[in-house]
């Protein structure tokens, strides 16, 4: 059985190794160093209203999944929040196995709770297994994105 929680401390180490495991283009090469590195973002998340940082956990209490949700405000659909999704990510051994598709409907749940309007993501151009999930799910690809790096 997969449980899905808010994150505590105990599992920077995890999410963060888990993450840079899945770095791709501009990221790769740029993620590094010790864990304790990430602490204070990660602290200014979990003190953060707007946002969470939820885990998956196996049956044994590991860490197998992680996700960031933003509750952003805005005025389009009357006013109604919207939910962005950010570094949803699942460890590579435990892909295809149900836990992504666990996460994507606990955080929708999620904005249901909140009476969101829609949810959001970006995903990188080179993550064509995860563009199909995502429209297995029924997410469409209805925007382009852009990003400009400023590190």
Same mark, same amino acid.
């Given at each position: 059985?997969?449980? !899905?929680?808010?994150?505590?401390? =105990?599992?920077?180490?995890?999410?963060?190794? !888990? !993450?840079?495991?899945?770095?791709?283009? +501009?990221?790769?090469?740029?993620?590094?160093? &010790?864990?304790?590195?990430?602490? %204070?973002? *990660?602290?200014? #998340?979990?003190?953060? %209203?707007? #946002?969470?940082?939820?885990?998956? /956990?196996?049956? &044994?209490?590991?860490? !197998?999944?992680?996700?960031?949700?933003? *509750?952003?405000?805005?005025?389009?659909?009357? @006013?109604?929040?919207?939910?962005?999704?950010?570094? $949803?990510? +699942?460890?590579?051994?435990?892909?295809? &196995? @149900? +836990? @992504?598709?666990?996460? #994507?409907?606990?955080?929708?749940? /999620?904005? $249901?709770?909140? @009476?969101?309007?829609? +949810?959001?993501?970006? =995903?990188?151009?080179?993550?064509?297994? &995860?563009?199909?999930?995502?429209?297995?799910?029924?997410?469409?690809? =209805?925007? /382009?994105?852009?990003?400009?790096?400023?590190?």
């Amino acid at each position: 059985m997969i449980k !899905i929680e808010k994150a505590t401390h =105990s599992h920077l180490a995890d999410i963060v190794a !888990i !993450i840079n495991a899945g770095a791709t283009s +501009v990221r790769k090469g740029k993620e590094f160093g &010790s864990f304790e590195e990430y602490r %204070p973002a *990660f602290e200014a #998340m979990l003190a953060a %209203p707007e #946002m969470d940082i939820y885990v998956a /956990l196996d049956p &044994s209490g590991e860490v !197998i999944g992680t996700y960031q949700i933003h *509750f952003l405000k805005g005025l389009a659909f009357q @006013g109604r929040p919207r939910v962005e999704l950010e570094s $949803v990510h +699942v460890r590579a051994d435990q892909r295809g &196995s @149900g +836990v @992504g598709k666990l996460m #994507m409907a606990h955080a929708e749940q /999620l904005a $249901v709770e909140a @009476g969101a309007c829609l +949810v959001q993501l970006t =995903s990188n151009k080179e993550r064509e297994g &995860s563009h199909q999930f995502y429209k297995r799910l029924g997410y469409d690809q =209805s925007h /382009l994105g852009y990003k400009k790096m400023l590190v």
